[in-house]
DNA sequence: ATGGTAGCGGTGCTA
């Protein structure tokens, strides 16, 4: 089960380059953020022509999590638990229905900029809530794949330049101590497990010519419960989705890649 | 210290 994430940032500009890639890597899942669409304003015509299933939890212009599946879903869970009067649309979870069920949820953890503030605040708080989310989940004791955009920069060799992001909420020891804490439960991050090499990321920021210097922080993440990670075969980037821009069909990339990972389910 | 780019939606917020 070929299970990956990517930040789209905005259904509507990234339409045909998505259908590009989902038919160019044929993932059998696929967990998008920042959709920024109301659920009945997706367009999701030509996702299940390709033969997905596509479950949604978006508002209107901002954030927006979906999961697409070609296996059947079941179960599916909108909301992070915790605020009642938090709005956002950042957590969706489905069962995947592989040789062995999946729980599988897309994620989106905000932002948390400026920082210290109220956003930073949210982040935390947010964090927090996953922590005991994720904690409750794990009792069931199944395979469990928890993927999406972190905003958190893990560790120093996952920026080219920590040195830029030290005062950033992706970096600050609060949020990197918050990332731990869920790790502590006994999760796995799946691309480190399977290649500790320094220097890859999955997001280039649009300004000042991130790309063209590689100038990316990695902060797509999946994390995996004790019974996935047991399970876990493969983890890549798709690097180079972010160099495919055709002006001729208007085509133009996220700030973010795809990443993925290979299970034996 | 500043401003640089992108998406949504039709202004300014979010990132």
Redesign the pocket.
């Known amino acids: 089960m070929k299970i990956a994430t990517f930040n789209i940032?905005?259904?509507?500009?990234?339409h045909d380059a998505l259908l590009a890639w989902l038919e160019e890597a044929k993932p059998d899942v696929a967990c998008l953020q920042e959709t920024?669409?109301i659920d009945t304003e997706f367009p999701r015509e030509a996702f299940e022509r390709l033969g997905y299933r596509v479950e949604l939890h978006g508002m209107?212009?901002?954030?927006g999590v979906a999961i697409l599946s070609k296996l059947p879903l079941e179960d599916v869970t909108r909301r992070l638990p915790g605020d009642d009067a938090d709005e956002h649309t950042r957590w969706i979870e489905a069962t995947v229905m592989g040789r062995r069920p999946v729980r599988v949820t897309s994620l989106y953890l905000?932002?948390g900029?400026p920082a210290p503030g109220p956003?930073y605040d949210f982040k935390l708080a947010w964090m927090e809530r996953m922590r005991l989310r994720v904690a409750e989940l794990l009792k069931t004791e199944e395979p469990m794949v928890f993927c999406g955009d972190y905003?958190i920069i893990p560790q120093p060799e996952d920026a080219a330049n920590p040195k830029n992001w030290l005062t950033d909420a992706l970096f600050l020891p609060a949020s990197r101590a918050a990332f731990q804490r869920i790790l502590n439960l006994g999760m796995t991050e799946a691309f480190r497990a399977r290649d500790p090499r320094p220097g890859q990321y999955t997001y280039w920021d649009?300004?000042?010519g991130a790309w063209d210097r590689n100038d990316g922080i990695r902060i797509d993440h999946h994390l995996l419960s004790p019974q996935a990670a047991d399970l876990l075969l493969d983890a890549g980037i798709d690097k180079a989705v972010r160099g495919h821009e055709d002006a001729s069909r208007g085509l133009?990339p996220s700030d973010h890649v795809p990443v993925w990972i290979e299970l034996d389910a």
């Open positions: 940032n905005g259904i509507l500009a990234r920024k669409k209107k212009s901002f954030n905000p932002n900029n956003k905003n649009y300004q000042r133009k």
